[in-house]
């Protein structure tokens, strides 16, 4: 519970009309989104959103994102991460599965792992470490730790912490193989021209998908409900999906504010006495893939990086940036194996946190 000194703040920010509480919000949004993407950090979408959030929430902002608007957000990702599934990998996969297999199984079981010594320690309370250490798609755990009653502010905090470090390490890793200098990164086009009929598949397919969530009760029914559906149609019918920039950002920046505003004084104190673990936990995971990444170069003599990249826990849409911008780097094998993680983590991570909160009671 929030100490009395903050009370006098709590209750003057509970003065501010709303309405001047939901511009403050928008305002600082864009100025942190704005130094994110200036400073080529990436998620900086939800990130920049999540923490204007966050200084509204522990400063007593009473705004919060209605439901429809939180589940149509979740929906968005699932349309993006279905979409982002190609059938290229499958070959690949089937060629090359006792290896891939065992670096995915080996990366998830280091990850719960250390999410399990963070839970023993009581560090971070319950599940919450193992939702926070799953590698992959961390805006994707984030939304099904919540319906599996971790603590959706925490495994944010975490899962984005560890977007941001694995996304610089491998940055600079490239750089020792590869002069990236003279790339640019493409700039975003917010408002391309719209697919009439792509554009339309897309929320038909976000309309469908959450309605079958909650049909068969999934948990996170609007993101799991979505991501089944629009993958089913895309690798089975060949469905386009077109998700323009701008509908991304408002996905992003809903998803951001409905975390970051339910976080209080005594939520960031406490993230913040675990930042040295979290950080040793993150730091330790990079290594244990480096090995990995070290082990598959000499077994099946692919060059370092692009073994490196493919190991890499987490951050796909960063990787796969870095890997474009290297001449020598196999991209379908990056991408392969780091999708193949990002699916083996959907399918199990309830159950492993499920085991893991059972092996924390006895």
């Known amino acids: 519970m929030d100490s009395l000194p903050n009370q006098p703040t709590v209750e003057r920010m509970a003065r501010i009309p709303k309405?001047?509480?939901?511009?403050?919000?928008?305002?600082?949004?864009?100025?942190?989104?704005?130094a994110l993407e200036f400073g080529a950090l990436p998620a900086a979408l939800l990130i920049g959103p999540m923490l204007a959030a966050i200084l509204a929430g522990t400063n007593g902002a009473t705004v919060r994102v209605p439901r429809p608007l939180f589940g149509a957000a979740q929906a968005i990702v699932g349309c993006l991460v279905a979409a982002s599934i190609s059938a290229d990998i499958f070959p690949l996969f089937y060629?090359?599965?006792?290896?891939?297999?065992?670096?995915?199984?080996?990366t998830v079981a280091a990850s719960s792992l250390l999410g399990w010594l963070i839970s023993r320690w009581r560090i971070l309370p319950g599940t919450t470490a193992v939702w926070g250490s799953s590698p992959g798609a961390a805006t994707a755990m984030v939304l099904m730790a919540g319906a599996f009653g971790a603590d959706q502010r925490l495994v944010a905090f975490m899962q984005y912490l560890r977007v941001i470090f694995?996304?610089?390490?491998?940055?600079?890793?490239?750089?020792?193989?590869?002069?990236?200098?003279?790339?640019?990164?493409?700039?975003?086009?917010?408002?391309?021209?719209?697919?009439?009929?792509?554009?339309?598949?897309?929320l038909g397919v976000a309309l469908v998908g959450s309605l079958v969530g909650k049909l068969f009760r999934l948990p996170s029914p609007f993101f799991l409900g979505t991501f089944i559906f629009g993958t089913a149609v895309h690798l089975g019918l060949g469905v386009?999906?077109?998700?323009?920039?701008?509908?991304?950002?408002?996905?992003?920046?809903?998803?951001?504010?409905?975390?970051?505003?339910?976080?209080?004084r005594a939520i960031l104190r406490h993230a913040t006495r675990a930042l040295p673990?979290?950080?040793?936990?993150?730091?330790i995971l990079i290594a244990f893939c480096g090995g990995l990444g070290f082990m598959i170069s000499h077994?099946?003599?692919?060059?370092?990086?692009?073994?490196?990249l493919a190991t890499s826990p987490g951050g796909m849409d960063s990787v796969a940036i870095i890997a474009a911008a290297a001449q020598h780097v196999d991209i379908s094998f990056v991408m392969a194996l780091q999708s193949a993680r990002f699916?083996?983590?959907?399918?199990?991570?309830?159950?492993?946190?499920?085991?893991?909160?059972r092996s924390l009671r006895e």
């Open 19 to 34: 309405v001047w509480q939901w511009l403050a919000l928008l305002i600082f949004s864009i100025l942190f989104a704005g």
């Open 299 to 308: 077994v099946l003599g692919i060059d370092p990086l692009t073994a490196y």
């Open 343 to 357: 699916l083996v983590v959907l399918l199990i991570g309830p159950s492993v946190a499920r085991l893991v909160a």
């Open 166 to 202: 694995v996304s610089m390490t491998a940055a600079l890793v490239a750089k020792m193989w590869v002069d990236t200098s003279g790339i640019e990164i493409p700039a975003i086009i917010w408002f391309p021209p719209i697919d009439p009929i792509a554009f339309a598949a897309t």
């Open 240 to 264: 386009t999906m077109q998700l323009p920039p701008w509908l991304l950002a408002l996905g992003y920046t809903m998803i951001g504010w409905t975390i970051g505003l339910n976080f209080t």
């Open 277 to 283: 673990q979290i950080v040793g936990s993150i730091i």
């Open 95 to 106: 060629r090359e599965w006792p290896l891939f297999l065992s670096a995915v199984v080996a």
